[in-house]
């Protein structure tokens, strides 16, 4: 599986920028010479024709390539008077298939003749000493990295990542001077060892039932030894729980006893001479012993399960043979060694079970240990104290509600003091106001029932209101009906 093109950039940028600051403390000191030229190059146009010839013109996928960058710095020497001399040349160059990265994004490692040919570019000058130092983002084969490419007058050095989150930096020649190694590994000490910080801060489980051992954490980041202890002695020196030990020529990182804040805790000469005639000691001390004794028996657990997966690998192997023959005198002969193998892994998984009971047992008494200090630190009141400290708070707290109370009058008559009485009669006309407005018969719903009636009400004035007013006629004389008899019959 090949490299992506973002990453052989990223690995192209934090080369250069890692050993040009190399370069820059390596002047006047393993780099000879008083005077410097330094000259910066790269192949950008040779990408952006592989780009044209597949089709390719976006800008940013130009910006995402590597571009193949180098750094050339010549050393000078002052000769007589007004002339300089040579004294050597140091190269920091990047190597990356373009072509491939060009047409599909990724690609794969770097071979010998593609090798060969960019250490016979970087060679301009034989005569004067060379240091090579070719970074391959995606890594070399092996061809390439087991090749002797040195000559009489360079030194070549072949650096790619190791895919740890370090580099790893191989001579392609013999007797190569370390310092050279170093000039050209980008990732300086003081990260190593804040790799070291990470690797434990990740592995911080392991501390809590036993221990890491640098020659397991070097193997791991493939860093050198003396780079994890020195990053083991920096992070115990940060934790004071963490503690740094050898044990039959390991160095240890355990996790032990913390140290009281206040202390050691003075103490007379009847309790001194009291604890050294009683068995009782200090719990601190106790639980480093322990720790560091469970550390290392975690250490042979791990190697002896290290030793039952290899067994494993073996027994499968043979049984697969043992399949795979055709005849029973080989079957018979890989049946014993299978046996063989089968009660080594018997015996040794006795061992480790034995000693998980063991850690497990120590386990235990760190943890008892560990509560009685966590109990003496503390350093809790007695219950005569936490009685008169809860009466004081109750003191405390009547004092303060009954001066919160008397400060609340205090505050209302300053108010009823700042009113005059035409402000007071002025307020109760607004009070008044207000009454009457709150009085007031608020509109409520209309019912269908009351708009029916209004409604006729309104038709009936509207026809009382549409009619014309009567004349009032005049009274008629109605005259009196005469007897017909007459006055006579009056």
């Given at each position: 599986m090949g490299t992506d093109a973002s990453k052989a950039l990223?690995?192209?940028?934090?080369?250069?920028?890692?050993?040009?600051?190399?370069?820059?403390?390596?002047?006047?000191?393993?780099?000879?010479?008083?005077?410097?030229k330094r000259a910066d190059d790269d192949e950008s146009d040779r990408l952006r024709a592989l780009l044209a010839a597949n089709r390719v013109y976006d800008r940013d996928k130009l910006k995402s390539l590597?571009?193949?960058?180098?750094?050339?710095?010549?050393?000078?020497?002052?000769?007589?008077?007004?002339?300089?001399?040579?004294?050597?040349?140091?190269?920091?160059?990047v190597l990356?298939?373009?072509?491939?990265?060009?047409?599909?994004?990724?690609?794969?490692?770097?071979?010998?003749?593609?090798?060969?040919?960019?250490?016979?570019?970087?060679?301009?000058?034989?005569?004067?000493?060379?240091?090579i130092g070719i970074c391959a983002p995606t890594g070399f084969t092996e061809e390439a990295r087991s090749a002797k490419l040195d000559t009489a007058n360079s030194t070549v050095v072949l650096v790619e990542p190791d895919g740890m989150g370090g580099w790893k930096a191989t001579a392609s020649g013999e007797n190569v001077d370390p310092r050279v190694l170093k000039i050209f590994d980008p990732e300086g000490s003081k990260q190593k060892v804040e790799r070291v910080r990470e690797i434990i801060a990740d592995r911080s489980t392991d501390l809590l039932t036993g221990g890491i051992s640098v020659s397991q954490l070097a193997k791991e980041a493939n860093l050198p030894e003396n780079v994890v202890q020195e990053g083991f002695e920096k992070v115990a020196a940060d934790d004071p729980e963490l503690r740094v030990a050898k044990k039959g020529g390991e160095f240890l990182l355990y996790r032990g006893?913390?140290?009281?804040?206040?202390?050691?805790?003075?103490?007379?000469?009847?309790?001194?001479?009291?604890r050294l005639?009683?068995?009782?000691?200090?719990?601190?001390?106790?639980?480093?012993?322990?720790?560091?004794?469970?550390?290392?028996?975690?250490?042979?657990?791990?190697?002896?399960?290290d030793d039952i997966t290899k067994l494993e690998v073996k027994e499968a192997g043979l049984v697969a043979d043992g399949k795979a023959a055709g005849s029973s005198v080989p079957r018979r002969r890989l049946a014993a060694q299978v046996a063989q193998l089968r009660k080594d892994i018997a015996r040794q998984n006795t061992t480790a079970g034995m000693l998980n009971q063991q850690i497990n047992i120590i386990s235990t008494d760190i943890h008892n240990l560990t509560l009685i200090q966590?109990?003496?630190?503390?350093?809790?009141?007695?219950?005569?104290?936490?009685?008169?400290?809860?009466?004081?708070?109750?003191?405390?707290?009547?004092?303060?509600?009954?001066?919160?109370?008397?400060?609340?009058?205090?505050?209302?008559?300053l108010e009823a003091s700042l009113v005059s009485a035409d402000e007071l009669a002025i307020l109760k006309e607004f009070e008044g106001d207000d009454v009457k407005?709150?009085?007031?018969?608020?509109?409520?719903?209309?019912?269908?029932?009351?708009?029916?009636?209004?409604?006729?009400?309104?038709?009936?004035?509207?026809?009382?209101?549409?009619?014309?007013?009567?004349?009032?006629?005049?009274?008629?004389?109605?005259?009196?009906?005469?007897?017909?008899?007459?006055p006579e019959a009056s």
């Amino acid at each position: 599986m090949g490299t992506d093109a973002s990453k052989a950039l990223q690995f192209e940028t934090d080369f250069l920028s890692g050993v040009d600051s190399n370069l820059e403390d390596a002047k006047g000191k393993d780099l000879k010479g008083s005077h410097w030229k330094r000259a910066d190059d790269d192949e950008s146009d040779r990408l952006r024709a592989l780009l044209a010839a597949n089709r390719v013109y976006d800008r940013d996928k130009l910006k995402s390539l590597p571009s193949n960058r180098k750094i050339v710095l010549q050393g000078f020497a002052r000769k007589m008077l007004f002339w300089r001399k040579r004294t050597g040349v140091a190269i920091a160059s990047v190597l990356s298939p373009l072509d491939e990265f060009a047409k599909s994004g990724s690609a794969g490692p770097i071979g010998l003749g593609e090798l060969g040919d960019h250490v016979r570019k970087l060679l301009t000058d034989r005569r004067s000493p060379h240091l090579i130092g070719i970074c391959a983002p995606t890594g070399f084969t092996e061809e390439a990295r087991s090749a002797k490419l040195d000559t009489a007058n360079s030194t070549v050095v072949l650096v790619e990542p190791d895919g740890m989150g370090g580099w790893k930096a191989t001579a392609s020649g013999e007797n190569v001077d370390p310092r050279v190694l170093k000039i050209f590994d980008p990732e300086g000490s003081k990260q190593k060892v804040e790799r070291v910080r990470e690797i434990i801060a990740d592995r911080s489980t392991d501390l809590l039932t036993g221990g890491i051992s640098v020659s397991q954490l070097a193997k791991e980041a493939n860093l050198p030894e003396n780079v994890v202890q020195e990053g083991f002695e920096k992070v115990a020196a940060d934790d004071p729980e963490l503690r740094v030990a050898k044990k039959g020529g390991e160095f240890l990182l355990y996790r032990g006893a913390a140290e009281q804040q206040g202390g050691k805790r003075s103490m007379n000469m009847i309790d001194r001479v009291r604890r050294l005639f009683s068995g009782e000691g200090n719990e601190a001390e106790k639980i480093n012993m322990l720790s560091e004794r469970r550390a290392a028996l975690s250490q042979r657990r791990d190697r002896i399960y290290d030793d039952i997966t290899k067994l494993e690998v073996k027994e499968a192997g043979l049984v697969a043979d043992g399949k795979a023959a055709g005849s029973s005198v080989p079957r018979r002969r890989l049946a014993a060694q299978v046996a063989q193998l089968r009660k080594d892994i018997a015996r040794q998984n006795t061992t480790a079970g034995m000693l998980n009971q063991q850690i497990n047992i120590i386990s235990t008494d760190i943890h008892n240990l560990t509560l009685i200090q966590q109990g003496e630190i503390a350093q809790l009141p007695d219950t005569e104290e936490l009685t008169e400290n809860a009466v004081k708070a109750e003191e405390m707290l009547e004092t303060l509600n009954a001066d919160a109370a008397l400060v609340g009058s205090l505050e209302t008559g300053l108010e009823a003091s700042l009113v005059s009485a035409d402000e007071l009669a002025i307020l109760k006309e607004f009070e008044g106001d207000d009454v009457k407005a709150a009085e007031a018969p608020a509109p409520g719903p209309v019912s269908k029932e009351s708009e029916k009636a209004s409604l006729v009400k309104e038709s009936d004035s509207a026809v009382v209101d549409s009619t014309e007013p009567i004349e009032e006629l005049p009274p008629t004389q109605v005259e009196p009906e005469r007897d017909q008899a007459g006055p006579e019959a009056s």
